[in-house]
Every structure is written in structure tokens, then in C-alpha cells.
């Protein structure tokens, strides 16, 4: 079988790379393993109730906005409907050992002045905090979208490479304002040490300018862009591993699948860029780029319940505020398997947004997460999905009601009681995402490590995927856009998106 | 050995191999673009193999920008371990 394109993945950055070269006249072939195509976007049910697995919220959808300007670009929109966070929609972090709740607003101007109301001695630092962070987004092209591409992709270091935690501190010495500004590592998922100030800055301010949710969450999105792609005569392949990029004289030749051998001159692998060297022969890479790809570090992972209320109009409240518990200081992220009550947490209620959630039950369904660590389940690596040993599974129940409790203690007024129906720990984040060590955002995007970007040193192979540029939705969509660009011309292709603004 | 020569020997090692390159290649001028082939795409690679194998942290990017032959590579590396020194 031949084609122009072979896309290995068919998660958000795939199927968004899929649509722009589809556009352009490319025939593309996309390669799924699982049998069902999304990627993280996925929803699953238990007991007719939807789940949202990797997306519960997102920024970036406003007028004018970088994902809305490419959905619009990739005639996605009319497919989907956009539920901006009303103005009293908000994070609501409630810091540990301290009587402090505070609503962080999707809104720059209500959440300085919450912020204000809470830190009334903090005005200045609070003021310069955001200046800080959207002077830094004023620089991103994807945030200012008269800016060129090139010299922002082209970067070594990328721009304001200073640890969050150092410029936090510099800003207040309150320990607790800290703790509330560094609540976005939840979505990026690297501790404020660890992370720079852009990085940070970039999820931040996607999210202080607004946050959305989906009719249908992320499935939405995904049926969306198959519905497109069918038109365009894309082929999705489920349940179709590519097992080996095949290379002849020196450039990619195509892609053996568990079924077949397609001939293309170009791949695109979306997967978490170590696991490139499973399907490649390392040795058409310099020893220095293989060393690269293996020794990637990854963000931390997650302990997921997805439970439901038996009295739907008992979550009323909970529709358009995220719950975080945490952890005062910068230690938002650390993990304590055996006291859950040190433990951060968030709890969220994405199918609740849907517009006909009452009908369809999602209204019913609560996400409960906290910080895990791989070693917590190093007695269970070697079993899969749906092989995993008895021991697993009471671990796992053990962990479901530890969570569950310390809901109950921190939420359950507002919550009454969920009902547990599914689970997932690293292991699972592993085997459904591919995500090495059950990484929640897979790469890690910290200091001191050069993730790898589209381009390689191999004609026709070009990377693509969260891993690659930035997590989340937009990043990894965004991801899918340069990959994209690079191989078509970046600017020509940013010049005929920004059109759609 | 003097400290250059030490640095040398091993920027010397770390182009043979991680980056696979002929020894005989690399003379003092030889320039990383036009005579060993290397790209702005290795500059990521070169940096981190360099950051490894000295323990240290390369993040001037005009200097490293501004780096042609691989003479210029072995004195940067010299200026940022005295930096590092003092
Ligand atoms: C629990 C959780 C919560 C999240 N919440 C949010 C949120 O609220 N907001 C937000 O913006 N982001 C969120 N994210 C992050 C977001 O979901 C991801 O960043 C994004 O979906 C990643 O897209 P991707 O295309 O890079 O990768 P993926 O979606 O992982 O897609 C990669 C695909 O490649 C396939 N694949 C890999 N190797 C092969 C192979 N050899 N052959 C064939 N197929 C292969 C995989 O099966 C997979 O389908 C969350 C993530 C998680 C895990």
C-alpha cells in the first residue's frame, strides 16, 4: 500500500496534523493501536455514565484565541459546541492547614482581585506576578499572534528560564499566595523547582484568559476531527500498531503494521518520543539523539477514581468549579501514598457541562485525582491490562477508598457520598496512554531538559505529540500544527491560520 | 596536560562519539557546519552531550550561536568551566 504521509498515533496532535496536510493534498494514513481513536481525549462509561480521561477543562478557546483560531481554520467549530466557564466558574484551591480558600477565576481581573481580597498585604507582588506572566505570554506566538513563528521555535533555551519557585519567591514571601500561584503545576505536572517561568506561564495564562469546556468533553473533539478527516479521505487504522519505520538509502520508506507494510516518504510519530526507538533501528541516529530519547524525563502520575452521586442535583455547586486540595509551600505535587491527608487532590465534574448532562446521566459522574508516584506500584509492572494479579486490585480498592475518605472529609458537604466505579494508577496511565512510568503529561517540560522537537536528523521522520512542543490539549494540538508547518513551510501555514482570527 | 588540553581531549571524545565524527576531521578550524556536516539541528544534541559530559550548564545562547570552528567549541568550554571556577 502506498501514501504521502503514515501518522503513528491518533491522539490530538495526530489527528490535528492528519487534518492541515489533508488540506493541502496529502493523502495520510493515520495508525492507531488501541481500537478506538482520541488518544488521552477518549471517553470511557461505567453504568452508562461518561468519563473524561485527559481532558477536563482547557483555555485557549476565546475569540481570537490560538485553538479556536486553528479548529476554525480546520472547519472543526461547527462540529463542536464551546462552554465558556461562566465569570463564577473557577479553581477553587482550599491550602492545607490553613483557613484560606481561594477562587482562582478564569478572568486576570476577577482573580487579582480575589487574589487581593485574600492577600490584602500582597497587592504588589500579586500585580507583578501577572505582569510577570503576561508580559512572558506577549513574547509567545501563540499567545501574540502577529509574531512569527520561527525565532520562538528556533530558540535553544526558550524564553524567561528561571525556576518558578525562585521568582515566586521573590515576589512574596507568603507562603500561602505561593502556594495558590503555583496551583497550574496540576496541568503541566512538574514541581515549581523544576519548571520555568515560561513554561509555567504559558499554562497559566491560557487558563487566566478563560477556560472551556466541551459539550460531549473530549470525545467531542476527537468525533469532530474524524468526521472531517473522513471527508477528507484520511483512513484511520484502530487497533493497527505500527511496529517497525522502515528506512531505505538513508531516508523513511514507510511503516510495517501488525496487518501490512505501507510505503511513504514521510512519518509521523506521535507516541512519547522514547518509545521512537521500539519501532526504529536506533543506528540511523546518532548515538548522542538515541541517549536523548531514552534518558527523557516524565512528569509525575496520578491516582484517578471516577465515582458517581446517586442525586445528581446534589453536584449542582460542583459544575463549574474545579476542587483542589494542597499542600502549603511548593510541595503541591509531592506524593504520600499512606497519608492521603497530606496528599494534594483535585476533584472535577467535566460531564456535568454538557448541555444535556442531566439526560444523558454525565451528570452524575465525579474525577477525583491526586499525585502518584511509579514505586507505588512496582509489585504490579509486569502484569497488562486486564491481566494484572489479585494483590493489584486491592491495592488499588485500598487506594480508591483512602481518596474517597479524604473527599469525603474535604468535599463531602457539598458532594454527599460517590460511588466508586473505576480506577486508574500509573500502570494504567502507562498501558492506556504509553506514557513511560505512567507519567500524567508523559515528557516532562523542566529546566534543564531539551525536549525533541519535530524535526530529526532522519529524512521523512518528523515527531510530533505533547512531548514535543507542550502538554494539554493546546500544546499537543499546537504540536500537531508545527509538525505540520514544518514539513509544508512554518510561516506560510501560521500566515494561512492566523487568517481565521 | 594543561587544563585546555584536557578539555580538548574531551570535546574531542564526545564529537567522535556521540556525534560519530571522524577524528582525523577534527583539527583546530574545522568548521562544525561547512567541514563536519553539523547542523543548526545538532545544536540541541551538542549542547546537551557537552552539558553532560563537562557537569555544567550552557545557557548563553549568543555564545553558543556564535560558535563556527571547533576551536571556538573547546574555548567556550574553557571560559564557561573559569566562570564556573570563580
Ligand atoms: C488524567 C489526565 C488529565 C488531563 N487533563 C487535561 C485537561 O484538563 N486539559 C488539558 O488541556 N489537558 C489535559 N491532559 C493532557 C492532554 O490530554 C494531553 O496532553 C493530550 O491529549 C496529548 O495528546 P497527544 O496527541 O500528544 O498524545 P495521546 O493522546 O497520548 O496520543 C498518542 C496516541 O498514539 C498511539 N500510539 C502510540 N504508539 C503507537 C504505535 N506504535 N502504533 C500506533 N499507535 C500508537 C497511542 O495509542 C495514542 O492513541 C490530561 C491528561 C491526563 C492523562
Redesign the interface.
Known amino acids: 500500500m502506498n501514501t504521502d504521509v503514515v501518522i503513528i498515533g491518533s491522539g490530538i496532535s495526530g489527528l490535528t496534523a492528519a487534518a492541515l496536510l489533508a488540506q493541502k493534498g496529502k493523502r495520510v494514513i493515520i495508525l492507531e493501536k488501541k481500537s478506538r481513536p482520541g488518544g488521552a481525549l477518549k471517553r470511557f462509561k461505567r453504568q452508562g455514565i461518561p468519563f473524561d480521561v485527559g481532558f477536563h477543562y482547557t483555555g485557549g478557546l476565546g475569540k481570537g484565541e490560538i485553538l479556536r483560531v486553528l479548529w476554525e481554520h480546520l472547519n472543526i467549530l461547527p462540529g463542536l459546541s464551546i462552554q465558556p466557564f461562566p465569570p463564577h466558574g473557577n479553581d477553587q484551591v482550599s491550602i492545607k492547614d490553613s483557613d484560606k480558600t481561594v477562587r482562582c477565576f478564569f478572568s486576570y481581573e476577577l482573580l487579582q482581585k480575589e487574589l487581593q481580597r485574600v492577600f490584602p498585604h500582597e497587592k504588589h507582588g500579586i500585580n507583578e506576578y501577572m505582569d510577570t506572566i503576561r508580559s512572558i505570554c506577549s513574547t509567545i506566538p501563540f499567545f501574540n499572534l502577529d509574531l512569527p513563528l520561527t525565532p520562538f521555535l528556533r530558540n535553544l533555551f526558550g524564553p524567561a528560564n528561571t525556576n518558578l519557585a525562585d521568582a515566586l519567591k521573590t515576589l512574596t514571601k507568603d507562603q500561602e499566595l505561593q502556594t495558590i500561584l503555583n496551583t497550574p503545576a496540576f496541568l503541566h505536572g512538574v514541581p515549581p523547582e523544576n519548571v520555568s517561568l515560561a513554561t509555567h506561564a504559558i499554562v497559566a495564562h491560557s487558563y487566566y484568559s478563560g477556560a472551556y469546556a466541551l459539550d460531549g468533553g473530549g470525545q467531542a473533539i476527537v468525533d469532530a476531527f474524524v468526521s472531517e478527516l473522513n471527508k477528507a479521505g484520511v483512513h484511520i487504522k484502530t487497533s493497527c500498531a505500527a511496529q517497525e519505520i522502515m528506512v531505505h538509502n538513508s531516508r523513511v520508506s514507510g511503516v510495517r503494521s501488525s496487518n501490512e507494510e505501507i510505503h511513504a516518504a514521510d512519518v509521523i510519530f506521535t507516541g512519547h518520543p522514547t518509545h521512537l526507538l521500539d519501532i526504529i533501528n536506533g543506528q540511523v541516529f546518532r548515538p548522542v539523539y538515541c541517549n536523548r530519547l531514552r534518558e527523557l524525563k516524565n512528569t509525575g502520575s496520578m491516582f484517578i477514581v471516577f465515582g458517581a452521586v446517586d442525586d445528581p442535583d446534589s453536584l449542582q455547586e460542583t459544575t463549574w468549579v474545579n476542587y483542589y486540595s494542597v499542600q502549603k509551600g511548593m510541595g503541591l505535587l509531592a506524593v504520600h501514598p499512606e497519608s492521603p491527608e497530606n496528599s494534594s487532590m483535585m476533584l472535577t465534574t467535566p460531564g456535568r457541562r454538557d448541555s444535556d448532562a442531566i439526560s444523558t446521566n454525565s451528570a452524575r459522574g465525579v474525577i477525583l485525582m491526586r499525585p502518584a508516584d511509579w514505586c507505588e506500584t512496582a509489585d504490579f509492572q509486569k502484569s497488562e491490562t486486564g491481566k494484572r494479579p489479585a494483590a493489584y486490585e486491592d491495592w488499588k480498592s485500598d487506594q480508591t477508598e483512602k481518596l474517597l475518605g479524604q473527599a469525603h472529609k474535604l468535599w463531602g458537604g457539598t458532594i454527599g457520598e460517590i460511588k466508586p466505579l473505576a480506577a486508574g494508577s500509573p500502570l494504567t496511565l502507562r498501558d492506556e496512554l504509553g506514557n513511560p512510568q505512567g507519567g500524567v503529561y508523559g515528557v516532562k517540560h523542566s529546566l534543564g531538559q531539551f525536549i525533541t522537537g519535530a524535526r530529526t536528523r532522519l529524512p521523512g521522520l518528523w515527531l510530533s505529540g505533547q512531548g514535543t512542543l507542550m502538554t494539554g490539549i493546546m500544546g499537543a494540538s499546537l504540536s500537531g500544527f508545527v509538525t505540520a508547518g514544518e514539513m509544508l513551510g512554518l510561516e506560510e501555514l501560521w500566515d494561512e491560520v492566523r487568517q481565521c482570527r | 596536560m594543561t587544563y585546555e588540553e584536557t578539555i580538548r581531549q574531551k570535546v574531542i571524545e564526545v564529537l567522535v562519539?556521540?556525534?560519530?565524527l571522524d577524528q582525523e576531521l577534527l583539527q583546530p578550524e574545522a568548521t562544525l557546519y561547512d567541514d563536519l556536516g553539523l547542523d543548526?539541528?545538532?545544536?540541541?544534541?551538542?549542547?546537551?552531550?557537552l552539558?553532560k559530559a563537562f557537569g555544567m550548564?550552557m545557557?548563553d545562547?549568543e555564545k553558543?550561536r556564535a560558535v563556527k570552528t571547533v576551536d571556538d567549541l573547546i574555548r567556550l568550554i574553557v571560559s564557561i568551566g573559569e566562570q564556573h571556577a570563580n
Not at chain 2, 17 to 20: L, T
Not at chain 2, 40 to 49: C, F, G, N, Q, R
Request: charged fraction near 40%; aromatic fraction near 6%; avoid cysteine.
Open positions: 562519539d556521540e556525534f560519530e543548526s539541528l545538532d545544536a540541541v544534541d551538542m549542547v546537551v552531550a552539558e550548564k545557557n545562547e553558543i
